[in-house]
């Protein structure tokens, strides 16, 4: 299967402190890979790494067989690379639509007309629309001021709008993170939907949500990530039982 992103020996200090150990991971054309591993361990900093938020002291990153190691972040954006935060991203004064336009304009190429309704734009509303829809935002959602919605449906939103960039592989830096069981089931369910469409690398604590929606498993620990497979094979290998799930082997 085709590699959309390669990351190899990635590598980040902080004065004494290596964050990002050497890092080498592939993520494949259409997967969910989840990247666990305890507190600490350097995961959101290899996402930082990997958004381009955040430069390495080493090592590569590539897309799509294209070296995107010295770009910026925006530029990682439109050479096919979203993310989510962990902290939910959004402008909570403007409505839903509003957030959905601003994106769809900008990934469309068009220039601000901050002076005139972006609705007027028939194709640019249409393909908000979609996004909305397709991230199972309802309808009735869709004027209201995005910062009222219940926090399930704001993380929908920040979906929506790394959506807008068409990216070849999206980052969720823990989605699921201040979410209820409820909210939980609905999100798991919208990363589900979005299964084969782009590939995703998911960072995530929730474990039951990782072993549902991932094809394969890294684990990071102390930076150094010491083992990758199956859920199967995660959830039997005796170093990751002892390093991350507590258990001695």
């Not at 989510?84 to 509003?98: A, P």
């Not at 309802?138 to 219940?150: I, V």
Request: glycine letters at 8%; proline letters at 4%.
């Amino acid at each position: 299967m085709k590699s959309v992103l390669v990351v190899n020996q990635l590598f980040k200090r902080f004065g004494a402190l290596v964050a990002s150990d050497h890092v080498c991971l592939e993520l494949r054309s259409g997967e969910i890979h989840a990247l666990i591993g305890p507190n600490g361990a350097g995961k959101s900093t290899l996402i930082h790494l990997l958004s381009g938020t955040m430069q390495s002291d080493g090592g590569s990153i590539q897309l799509n067989g294209r070296d995107i190691s010295a770009m910026s972040a925006h530029q990682r954006v439109a050479a096919g690379l979203s993310r989510s935060y962990q902290i939910t991203n959004i402008f909570k004064n403007m409505s839903v639509l509003e957030n959905l336009l601003l994106a769809v304009q900008a990934h469309a190429g068009s220039s601000f007309r901050f002076w005139a309704p972006r609705s007027e734009d028939s194709a640019l509303l249409q393909k908000a629309q979609a996004l909305a829809e397709q991230c199972a935002i309802e309808q009735a959602l869709w004027n209201r001021p995005a910062g009222t919605l219940p926090h399930g449906e704001q993380r929908k939103i920040e979906f929506a709008l790394a959506l807008a960039a068409k990216p070849s592989v999206l980052l969720l830096d823990e989605p699921m993170a201040g979410m209820g069981p409820d909210e939980t089931l609905r999100l798991t369910a919208l990363i589900e939907s979005l299964r084969g469409r782009m590939s995703m690398l998911l960072v995530e604590h929730d474990m039951e949500a990782v072993f549902r929606l991932a094809d394969r498993i890294s684990v990071l620990v102390y930076g150094r990530i010491i083992a990758t497979g199956t859920p199967e094979e995660i959830r039997m290998d005796p170093a990751v039982r002892e390093a991350y799930l507590g258990e001695q082997t």
